[in-house]
Every structure is written in C-alpha cells, then in structure tokens.
C-alpha cells in the first residue's frame, strides 16, 4: 500500500486503480443533484464509493465526493493497512521512557529521528501547484467553484471540506481546522468555527486586541491533510505534523499571495483573507453530520481577498447527514488512531465504541479492566472532563471481556444487570454546540450506566426478572394506539405516537400506571413517521432527542424515555430543528 500522495489527483488515481472510484460522465448539478447521489452512494454497504463527477453545471472544474466513505479507504488515505496499526505507532511514542544505557538510547533514537522528518517544510519550486492560476481584488469569483447545496432547506452554498489555517496574534501558534463556509456572495462567506474550537479561540484573542485576523482556507490536498483537519488535536499541536506522520515525510508548504499565512503547496484552491472580530453575520441552517438542519446563528465573516489554484484543479466536497455517510469513516479512523492516547490517560481502557447513530459525540461504550469499588463511575466522570470527550451525552461502562461495539450483547447485560439505585449517574457540563435535546444551548445533563460485574465493595444489585412479554394488539388495545405504531423484542417497547402539543413525560406516565410494560426494560414513544422496526433509526432519535435528566424516568424496573420531538410543554422552548430529506414537501 502507498504510504503518502503527493496530491488529491494522486490519491483518486490511486482509487480507480483499487477500484474504489465511480465516474459520473454525465452533466450535474451543484445544487442538490450531486447531494442526492452522493447520500445514495454512502448508504450501500460497506459505504459504496468514491464519486468523481467530471461535468458540473456552470463550471469549468469537476468535483470529488465520498473519498473517505468507506474503511478500506480511510486506510488507503493514510496510508496503514489498519486504521488501528497508526495508534499503535503513536502509542509506541507515548511509552518511551528515559534511557539508561548506550543500547536503549540507540533504540529510543530510532523512533525520535524520523519525527523530525515530519516536520513541514517550506516548498523550493519556482511556482506552487496551489498558485499556478492567481487572481486577487475585483478578479475574485466564488460562484466559479462548483461549491455544493446539500440540503433543500440549507441558507446557501457551503464549503464543506474547507482546511481552515489560522494564527496566534503573536504568530507563533498555527492551527488548522474544518470549519463549513456559507458561500454569501462572489467574495465573502461565513466562518462556522464552534466555541470550543481553537480558531474561534484565536478569533476572540483578535477582538480583544481589535486586530483582523488573517485566515487562508485550502480546498483539496493529500488525503492526510484532509484527515489531520479533523483530528481532535491538543491545542497548541499543529496538525501539519499528525499529516507528516502519516505520510512520513513533510507537507510541503508555500506563503500566500496576499496575507503572512502558509499553505500546503500542492492544494487545488486557495482562499486567501481575514475575519473582522466586529463582524457577524446570520449564518444557517444548514443540513449537519447530526442528520437535521443546524439552526441558523450569528457568526463571523471571512472576506476573501484572493483565489489562488492549480491550473486543472479538482473541488473536493463531502456530504452529512443522517448516518451511515462519509464522516462515519473519518470518525472510526479517530476512534481507532486515538485510542492508544485515551489508555494513556485511563490505563484501565481496554476499547471503546462510538457508535454511528450517536453521531460521534452522544455516547461512548467503553470496556475497562476493573481493579476496584466504583472504577467504572470514576472512570465516567474522568472522560467527561477529557478533551473532546467533555461532550459526550452517554457513557455506558462494560467489562474487559464484552466487545463495546456489539450493541446486542451490551442491551443483553443491561436487562440482565442493570439497577438504577446503582449503577445510575446523572450529571450536568458542556455539550457539542449542535446537540438540540437540551433546554439550554451548549450546556445539559450528562448519563452514565455502569454494567460492569460488581465486586468487593460494591452494593449488590437487585435481581432483575421482566414478566412474559405481551402482543403487540394487546398493548395496542390497553393504550388506544394502532398495533403497526407499536414495535416490541427483546425487552424494549417503541411506541410512534402524534405527541402534538402534550408533555412526553404526562403520557409516559400515563403508560407506566400500565402493569402491561413491566414485561419491558425499556419503553420509549417517538413521532409518528419513524421506522420503529428499525433499530439503527431508534437508536439515532434516542441518542440525538434526549436531555437525560428531562426525558428519562424510571418505574420500578422499566426506564421509559421520551424520544420525540420537543415543546413548550416538555420545558423545551428552544427552536427544534428540521430532520433532513430531499423531500421538500
């Protein structure tokens, strides 16, 4: 397997080689044409393939889409034959220890050397790939990019593989990110950096000092700079060097045209510009890796003072949405690679999962190695103060010997084993700015269930025995529901109800006064349309629509959970988003 591309053109050679590419011959839209393909496309199995369309309405230059939809080409774009061989390099890194003799110094400087030669460097040709066609002021046209509409209902145009490089005021930090681009007109866009991303954090160091703030946008480069953008990186580590990493050897890097920023040479668009920290401007909605349309907000404005590319560039875009997609891939390749530094913090992880329809930042299953009382409830509140894993809603805890990722064997444990007197956290913090089920923006109630075997020092858990499951008429008949809005196996009960205007814990309760529902370990009502029989589609609305504190109670035995839509009477007065469709009516 290559190693390292020198460019996007490289890397999708290197794909129809492997027969990981399609070719859409034929002529096709920016606007939602090439979304509908693309959604099409990411949900066969396996994530179907990478798309090259080579004839995009009014313009000159063709797109890419899906590159990294799938494992086999995630592991070709950073070149390892498993996603997991690259954190057990980084691993080996994290478990050197200072040498005592002549031998393990040798040793420990075979493994330091060669991060030297992953440092960026500065590109020595005569002109750069990513500047081989300038053009600056008046010149400046957006629309000539074939720069998707995903969604019906999106506000606009959006850049959504955009490599964000930004500096520290004093310059000495640079920070590269991914942030979405709200295409306004020929020559601004919004600038969608969350609050607790580190270009927002530099951004809020530029208002203090009322200074603009220079920022270069890349579009297109070799896939381990598109997959460092994303890396939930430290603060203060350039992401430049986890690229390098993967490539073994530098990314090459060229000065602007317009602004003192640093670009990877071989890119095949450049946006050269600033952000006005007094600036903001209405940005959204806009159809999000969540699967609905993030709310519409105020953020900053990037104006774009030069477009710089190479001569037959090629636009790169993905598509998000509901899950399985693109990013689905890109966030395994995270959870994998990422692993071996989460065990150095917890050594006693032995895996984790995150599964897809939490939508990478709603809930983590993690198996441990338990040594003592209570580890698996310390161990919940350590990863809620850790990084990236500050947002994440639920954090479920099993043994060392249960495999996190197999949903039916964890379900089974928590029938079996689970006591709400014991093994029940609740919890408040910070959460992913796109999560919608709680009152307030940015901040909720957090959930932790520990499933592991108790041991000398716990409580006992009570004993956990359900009644014969009723039919499905039966429980149709005692709610005055019909019997195909009712779905029930394996201990859990789905119930798609027209909530309307009513509180879902006032009809909850109504339920739980049922001796009917004792038969279930959980029972859970969603909106009328979902496809309750199907267990990927569930398990997204309870991850993405629950506020734990708000929307779960326990009677007895039986969790019962709201997993609809919101309203006034919930105690939710925020604006809830649409979910996503290409059907507008």
């Not at 010149?139 to 145009?157: H, M, Q, S």
């Not at 520990?450 to 009644?467: A, S, V, Y």
Request: proline content about 6%.
């Amino acid at each position: 397997m290559k190693k390292s591309y020198k460019n996007l053109a490289e890397f999708i050679r290197a794909l129809e080689d492997a027969g990981e590419l399609k070719r859409v011959r034929e002529e096709v839209s920016s606007e939602i044409e090439i979304s509908k393909i693309t959604d099409a496309e990411s949900k066969k199995p396996g994530g179907g393939k990478a798309l090259l369309f080579e004839r995009v309405k009014n313009s000159e230059f063709p797109a890419a889409t899906n590159l990294f939809g799938s494992d086999k080409r995630m592991s070709m774009a950073l070149g390892v034959k498993n996603l997991a061989s690259s954190g057990d390099e980084i691993a080996e890194l994290t478990r050197l220890s200072p040498p005592r003799t002549f031998g393990e110094i040798f040793d420990a400087a075979k493994k330091l050397l060669p991060m030297l030669r992953i440092l960026p460097s500065k590109f020595r040709g005569k002109t750069a790939p990513c500047q081989e066609v300038v053009k600056i002021g008046e010149d400046v046209d957006l629309n000539e990019i074939p720069i998707l509409k995903c969604w019906p209902k999106d506000a606009g145009k959006f850049v959504t593989l955009p490599l964000v490089f930004t500096k520290s005021p004093d310059g000495k930090t640079r920070n590269l990110g991914m942030y979405r681009l709200q295409v306004f007109d020929k020559n601004t866009t919004g600038m969608h950096w969350h609050i607790h991303k580190d270009g927002a954090h530099f951004f809020h160091e530029y208002k203090k000092l009322g200074r603009r703030m220079e920022v270069a946008v890349a579009i297109g480069a070799d896939p381990s700079v598109i997959y460092a953008a994303t890396a939930p990186l430290p603060r203060g580590i350039d992401e430049l060097m986890l690229a390098g990493f993967f490539r073994k050897k530098p990314v090459k890097m060229v000065k602007c045209k317009t602004i003192d920023m640093e670009v990877p040479a071989e890119a095949e668009f450049v946006l050269e510009g600033y952000v006005d920290p007094c600036e903001l401007r209405l940005e959204g909605p806009f159809g999000d890796h969540t699967g609905y349309y993030s709310l519409a907000d105020m953020y900053p404005v990037f104006h774009v003072k030069a477009i710089t590319r190479r001569e037959k560039p090629i636009y790169c875009a993905t598509l998000v949405g509901p899950p399985p997609m693109e990013d689905c891939y890109m966030a395994k390749a995270t959870e994998r690679i990422f692993l071996p530094l989460l065990k150095t913090i917890f050594p006693e992880i032995e895996d984790y999962f995150l599964p897809w329809e939490g939508v990478f930042h709603n809930i983590a299953i993690v198996s441990i190695k338990k040594e003592y009382p209570a580890q698996a409830k310390r161990l919940i509140s350590g990863l809620w103060g850790q990084g990236q894993m500050s947002f994440c809603k639920g954090v479920v805890v099993v043994d060392e010997d249960v495999n996190p990722s197999n949903l039916s064997e964890v379900w089974k444990i928590f029938t079996e084993r689970f006591d709400k007197d014991r093994d029940l956290v609740i919890s408040q913090g910070v959460l992913d700015v796109l999560d919608h089920s709680a009152p307030n923006p940015l901040f909720g109630s957090k959930i932790g269930i520990d499933l592991t075997r108790g041991i000398k020092g716990e409580p006992q858990r009570g004993k956990n025995k359900f009644p014969q499951m009723p039919n499905v008429q039966d429980i149709a008949k005692e709610i005055g529901a019909e019997a195909e809005d009712i779905f029930a196996t394996k201990n859990f009960c789905a119930i798609a109800i027209e909530k309307a205007d009513f509180s879902g814990m006032a009809i909850l309760k109504e339920f739980a006064s049922s001796p009917m529902f004792k038969a279930f370990a959980a029972v859970a009502i969603f909106d009328k349309g979902i496809e309750i029989a199907n267990a990927s589609k569930l398990l997204w609305k309870i991850f993405n629509n629950v506020d734990p504190s708000r929307d779960i109670f326990f009677a007895e035995k039986t969790a019962f959970i709201d997993a609809c839509k919101k309203n006034a009477a919930d105690g939710h007065n925020r604006e809830w988003p649409e979910d996503l469709s290409f059907d507008t009516e």
